[in-house]
């Protein structure tokens, strides 16, 4: 079975400022994993998602993200952060051996950016 | 670029009444996926269809079932509605099983009274 472990709730910064939103998981095989945004009464975005190849993946405005095997995680990052980005963020994965990549999300780590 | 669309996108219900939610998945689309997100919660797998067939189950309730039918458009039926089931129901869509991005829908937001 794998989970998903997002290792801050909340993470409060000001804008133009750094940030990094934890992402470990547990899984017996090898993973895909996912970033998805979700703004007040949305659905989810998908911001950036590792398959294979480079460790270090980036994806939409500006967020990036690295994968790393032996610590099994998958840490979002964005260098400089923007009022807009004020949001939930939920880290997921699915099981590439199996046909049908259901996700399993992490418990969201809600951004709030200061101004 | 066409989305996923799911409707109704709010849906208010009292105890014990049934309910059913659609969704219609992205042209060229051939998988569908439920999830629930409970008030404060991660989004939860239900189920899924992959060419009209049920291809994975999650921790769905006896009282739910879904389908997908020949245009690929699925509808989850839930009955005997509890108060617990008052979430907010995710629809997604992929275009092959296996791993790839699933583009979700705007979700509907189900509140049981």
């Known amino acids: 079975a794998q989970s998903v472990t997002q290792l801050d709730s909340q993470v409060p910064v000001f804008e133009e400022a750094p940030v990094e939103l934890r992402c470990n998981y547990s899984?017996?095989?090898?993973?895909?994993l996912f970033w998805y945004v979700q703004y007040p009464n949305q659905g989810l975005q998908l911001l950036l998602k590792?398959?294979?190849?480079?460790?270090l993946v980036k994806g939409i405005n500006g967020f990036e993200a690295e994968f790393n095997k032996s610590q099994t995680s998958f840490h979002l990052r964005k260098p400089s952060v923007h009022i807009s980005d004020t949001a939930e963020y939920f880290c997921a994965v699915s099981d590439p051996g199996t046909s049908y990549g259901k996700l399993t999300f992490g418990q969201g780590t809600i951004l709030t950016v200061h101004p | 670029a066409a989305g996923v669309i799911q409707s109704p996108r709010h849906l208010i219900k009292e105890k014990r009444e049934t309910a059913t939610l659609k969704c219609y998945p992205i042209?060229?689309?051939?998988?569908v996926y439920w999830y629930q997100q409970g008030p404060g919660q991660d989004p939860q797998f239900l189920i899924s269809f992959y060419e009209k067939m049920q291809s994975d189950k999650g921790s769905i309730p006896d009282r739910f079932s879904a389908q997908q039918f020949s245009d690929y458009h699925s509808e989850l039926n839930m009955s005997s509605l509890e108060l617990g089931d008052s979430a907010l129901y995710f629809c997604?869509?992929?275009?092959?099983?296996?791993?790839?991005?699933?583009?979700f829908g705007p979700g509907t937001r189900l509140t049981v009274l």
């Open positions: 590792y398959l294979s190849g480079s460790t």
């Open positions: 997604a869509s992929s275009p092959r099983t296996g791993g790839n991005e699933q583009f």
């Open positions: 899984s017996s095989v090898s993973v895909y």
């Open positions: 042209p060229r689309h051939d998988t």
